[in-house]
């Protein structure tokens, strides 16, 4: 009833190739070390080219079955572990979406999820690049029944919400979140706030969250890593400082059911007063 959950803390640069070299090795170590699902972040095999308002990003698109869902589907396989591929910038025709990639401990795709909140900010132009998905997905696993959600998502406790009733017991967040030059936190600590939110998405929904963070300085961007796995009551299992590295934490499932059964959240809903969420 426990599983051990790895998460890929990296940085990236210009060449797609390299960056998905760099993924597979330090995938390597986190099973080597013991790692049963290993996540990825968002667009891990890229540059964050949405901090530039309109570029020709076309370079790092690819399909669901390209060269980076063959290598993580036999890095999977090889270490015998469940992957959750961070994201992609997949291009499906015209469309392209933001979209993360689960692959079992055989390394056959479970299937992918497409991110649903697209955000537009400065530095995270990110309309001008990605159709937005429009369902959230749960994968049964040997390891137990999981969710993505992507980055932006993590701010809708919505979308945490839904996934935890279609069964997810573990949440992954595959993000690229930091602060940006020129902009100040005059709301306060933002990433205090990204961490806070996520657990209480933890808390609420009787789920463990792993929230996996890129590193280092792009062009206008410092991402903070920060990557970290709470527990399904908000404790703090495992957490990143800024540098590259792999996050674990051994997650009791039982405590997922413990605390569903003792506090009842889901049991106690009252569906008949939420109409309001459903309104445009």
């Not at 390891?143 to 932006?152: D, E, Q, S």
């Not at 919505?158 to 979140?177: D, K, N, Q, S, V």
Request: proline share 3%; charged share 25%; glycine share 8%.
């Amino acid at each position: 009833m426990s599983v051990t959950v790895g998460l890929i803390q990296m940085a990236m640069k210009e060449d797609p190739a390299a960056n998905l070299k760099h993924a597979l090795m330090l995938v390597d170590k986190a099973a080597e070390s013991g790692a049963q699902i290993v996540c990825l972040p968002e667009l891990f095999n890229s540059p964050y080219f949405p901090q530039d308002e309109k570029v020709d990003a076309s370079r790092y698109s690819e399909s669901v079955s390209g060269k980076t869902a063959r290598a993580l589907s036999a890095c999977a396989a090889k270490n015998k572990i469940v992957l959750v591929g961070g994201s992609i910038f997949e291009v499906d025709g015209k469309r392209f979406f933001n979209t993360s990639l689960v692959f079992d401990e055989t390394g056959k795709m479970l299937g992918n999820y497409r991110k649903v909140h697209i955000p537009h900010d400065p530095n995270f132009f990110e309309q001008n690049y990605f159709s937005p998905g429009d369902a959230y997905k749960v994968f049964d696993t040997k390891y137990g029944k999981i969710a993505v959600l992507i980055c932006y998502d993590q701010w809708f406790p919505e979308a945490a919400r839904a996934c935890a009733l279609m069964g997810a017991e573990i949440i992954f967040y595959p993000t690229a979140i930091g602060t940006v030059d020129g902009v100040d936190q005059i709301e306060g600590d933002w990433q205090d706030a990204w961490t806070t939110v996520q657990r209480g998405h933890a808390i609420a929904n009787c789920v463990a969250v792993a929230s996996v963070n890129r590193v280092g300085k792009e062009r206008g961007m410092r991402f903070w890593g920060g990557s970290f796995i709470s527990s399904q009551f908000g404790t703090m299992l495992a957490k990143g400082d800024d540098n590259e590295g792999i996050i674990l934490a051994k997650v009791s499932r039982h405590l997922g059911h413990h605390v569903r059964d003792g506090w009842r959240f889901f049991h106690n809903r009252r569906q008949d007063t939420y109409g309001k969420l459903l309104e445009k």
